[in-house]
Nanobody, 129 residues
């Protein structure tokens, strides 16, 4: 059974940092794109960052403009983990963060954030003083 579990969320002051982790079980994420999404109260879910398979697509990554230069996505296929390092956090980063992956190796990381079939339950990130 495919399962994704996020961790690492919490309360942090503006300007602080958090590292989110996404652990996969039941399958290997090595061949698949992985994305981080977020959803703030009253807003639609949005794609934040993604990273392609290191095997199929050279592991290229993408970050939306609002987090570019502050967030970094990475993957450790040996551990079946994907991370989102978040620095210089702002109040507008407050949201529930989800990781997701595809069931097909043909999808890759792009600004369109398509092809995600499996989702975690989310971890809350609150940026507040």
């Amino acid at each position: 059974q495919v399962q994704l579990v996020e961790s690492g969320g919490g309360l942090v002051q503006p300007g602080g940092s958090l590292r989110l982790s996404c652990a996969a079980s039941g399958f290997s994420m090595e061949d698949y794109v992985v994305g981080w999404f977020r959803q703030a109260p009253g807003k639609e879910r949005e794609g934040v960052s993604c990273i392609s398979s290191s095997v199929n697509s050279n592991g290229r990554s993408f970050h939306i403009d609002s987090v570019k230069g502050r967030f970094t996505i990475s993957r450790d296929d040996a551990k079946n983990m994907v991370y989102l390092q978040m620095n210089s956090l702002k109040a507008e980063d407050t949201a529930t963060y989800f990781c997701a992956t595809s069931g097909s190796p043909y999808y890759y990381c792009s600004r369109f954030f398509t092809g995600y079939d499996y989702w975690g339950q989310g971890t809350q990130v609150t940026v507040s003083s």
